[in-house]
DNA sequence: GTTAGGG
DNA sequence: CCCTAAC
């Protein structure tokens, strides 16, 4: 999307549909995006609108409304939004004076669902928006509209969108883009259809959907919603983009025409929505719009031809809600809501990171979405698809196809894909990435590392000390012989040491276990009993600050791994055949011990006062015995 | 913070 | 040795 046509986002909401709202207790809600640049729409899930609601609200910009219909879509761009802040903060919020406009577009549904889909629309009584998904949410919204000020809280949420006649440059820029694609449009079938950019100049002009081709439809299809259809029904094709073009899902059915994005019936009356609750402001603005050359036909508003869909189709979908729709129609409807499924049940991890994701919404200090698309755009790869959605910084959005409510979408991998490992990562990745959101992205850093810390990782601490990961090793004064005597190290070295700091960035120094402090262990499990891994270091390993008490677990395990299956090697050679030379090798009875303290402690369940182990296999070695 | 367990 | 969950 281009940065100037961010002024007026085209921030499109479109329901798909009008489904019986009931019984559907928790679909997923997308909402579809209108990037702009190519129209594509792009589902983006309610986290990922929401962190976006903050610039919309700052900038006096209307958000769409949520308009829960079930398993319906509603698709919103949040990536528009993202951009469009740093847009805006260079002081060109015109949106209150530029050109008011609406383009409610019809969610972007697969198109072989869609099509018995179609003709299920709802009857008018089925119409009524249900709220309990995002109730606040929405009144909230209406509470910051000061543009918009149409009743849509109870039967109607459409809401209009500001946009700017910035859009004019852009369509011509996706016209002209799109040139290519009309050359080899003719004649080809769907399949061929590979431009990156919607065909918009299928509908400039006077177009009759009745005369056009199914190719012609298609590439309609796709300058109305921003994406391809393999369909090759008329009736339908036609339909859904008049119901797009018009932002209702209550079409006529036949002998509509496009003039200049705008839909006339067979008398060349424009289709337009009543405008009784469109503020005078808005057909003003509406009114300003002079880009194209307006259809006489056109009654009402004949210089009001915006590329988009002004307010008054808005207000006109309204009105045709009220068109009866056949009770077939409706059980369609029903049998379509019976496949609805829930899917992608949220993993725990999922769920955090979205939580992760909605507190640094509520800071108003938010990620860039673009700086996660990029990142998980590596991780995800497997999920790309042809389809890009470009921005006016050149980031490309894959998305992936995503299963919606057994609809299937293109859905921006964002957000809701598990990260593998991701915090250091991703804040090296973030750290070798300056660019146009670098003040973004350092507040992401920040406000991730406070996450982290919060929830106990340690990347924030690698963060804020990196430059004890150098000093690290070399400040111990601390020398390990072959037979694991350890001389001595300062009380400065010990809380450099302290591997925590390095955690995050880099591997904690390897240190080998020597041999005293495998004895110490031994003791210290004798004496504390196995598990009592904190004790036994305090008692034991108070001088060895690098040996936490994970680091006496992983040891102790590794010790009994060993004497389960080196012992009995060792007993047939009697002499250990160590492949790895420069590790030392860990005395049979020194095994010997591990395992039987091991058996014993396991056996005897709870462990008892400490034992003074009684040298089982006589050549115990005791040397090492007194703690520190 | 500690411990257990998987990686 | 790292990471995470569970406590």
């Known amino acids: 999307m281009e940065v100037e ?46 962190q976006f609601e903050d610039y919309l609200h700052d900038e006096k910009v209307d958000l769409p409304s949520i308009e829960d219909v079930g398993h319906v879509e509603e698709l919103f761009s949040k990536d528009c939004m993202l951009l469009k802040k740093s847009d805006l903060e260079d002081g060109s919020s015109k949106l209150e004076t ?21 003709d299920s629309l709802s009857p008018p009584s089925k ?48 016209n002209a883009c799109s040139r290519p694609a009309d050359d080899t449009s003719t004649g080809q ?122 307010d008054d189709q808005q ?8 068109v009866s729709i056949t009770n077939d129609e409706q059980g369609n409807l029903l049998a379509e809501q019976s496949t609805i499924k829930r899917i992608r049940k949220p993993t725990k991890r999922f769920i955090e990171e979205v939580s992760d994701i909605e507190t640094r919404d509520s800071t108003g200090k938010l990620s860039s979405p673009a700086k996660r698309a990029a990142h998980d755009e590596m991780l995800l790869k497997q999920w790309v698809t042809p389809f890009h959605e470009v921005d006016s910084l050149r980031t490309s959005y894959p998305t992936r196809k995503d299963t919606l409510g057994g609809l299937s979408v293109h859905v921006p991998y964002v957000s809701r894909i598990r990260r593998g490992r991701p915090r250091k990562d991703f804040i090296s990745f973030v750290d070798k990435k300056p660019s146009v959101k670098c003040s973004e992205a350092q507040t992401t850093v920040g406000v991730m590392l406070k996450k982290d810390g919060e929830e106990g990782n340690h990347a924030r601490k690698a963060f804020e000390a990196p430059p004890m990961v150098n000093s690290l090793k070399g400040d111990h004064s601390e020398v390990l012989d072959n ?13 450099a040491a302290k591997p925590k700091i390095n955690r995050g960035f880099t591997r904690k120094h390897h240190r080998a276990w020597t ?9 210290g499990v ?40 080196q012992l009995p090697t060792l007993k047939d050679d009697g002499c250990p055949r160590k492949t790895n030379p420069s590790i030392v090798p860990i005395p049979p009875s020194i095994l010997l011990r591990v395992k039987e303290l091991n058996e014993l402690q396991s056996q005897g369940g709870v462990f008892t006062a400490p034992v003074k182990f009684s040298a089982p296999k006589s050549n115990v070695v005791q040397k090492g015995s007194g703690f520190l």
């Open 189 to 310: 079938t769907d399949s061929q259809v590979t431009s990156s950019v919607p065909d918009f100049s299928i509908l400039r002009g006077e177009v009759c959907l009745d005369e056009l081709t199914i190719r012609e439809l298609q590439e309609a299809f796709r300058a109305t919603f921003g994406r391809q259809t393999t369909v090759k029904d008329k009736v339908w094709l036609k339909r859904r983009i008049t119901m797009g073009l018009m932002n209702s899902c209550y079409v006529p059915s036949s002998g509509c025409v496009v003039k200049n994005y705008k839909i006339f019936d067979k008398d060349g009356k424009e289709v337009i929505p009543n405008t009784e609750e469109i503020p005078e402001v808005e057909l003003q603005a509406i009114s300003l719009v002079k880009d194209q050359v307006i259809s006489p036909v056109n009654e009402r508003n004949s210089s009001s031809s915006s590329y988009y869909q002004s």
């Open 483 to 495: 037979k694991g005597v350890q001389k001595q190290q300062t009380n400065a070295n010990n809380a």
């Open 515 to 523: 041999l005293c402090e495998v004895l110490k262990l031994v003791d």
């Open 315 to 322: 207000g006109f979908s309204k009105r045709l809600k009220r």
């Open 5 to 50: 046509g961010l002024q007026g986002a085209l921030v499109n909401k479109c329901a798909e549909n009008e489904f019986e709202k009931k019984g559907c207790s928790d679909p997923m809600i997308y909402q579809l995006v209108r990037v702009e640049g190519d129209g594509t729409l792009v589902p983006a899930t309610e986290d990922e609108v929401l």
């Open 526 to 565: 004798a004496l504390y009993g196995a598990g009592k891994w904190s004790e036994i270091r305090k008692a034991a390993f108070s001088s060895y600050s690098y040996r936490t008490s994970v680091d006496l677990k992983d040891k102790w395990r590794n010790l009994i791994r060993a004497s389960q299956t």
């Open 98 to 118: 530029t050109e008011v406009g609406t383009k409610l577009l019809c969610a972007d549904l697969e198109e072989s669902s869609l099509h018995s889909l179609d």
């Open 127 to 174: 119409c009524t928006v249900v709220h309990d998904q995002q109730p606040d949410k929405l009144h909230s919204e209406q509470g910051d509209n000061n543009i918009t000020p149409q009743e849509n809280t109870s039967t109607e949420t459409a809401k209009s969108t500001v946009l700017n006649d910035s859009f004019i440059a852009e369509k011509d820029r996706a």
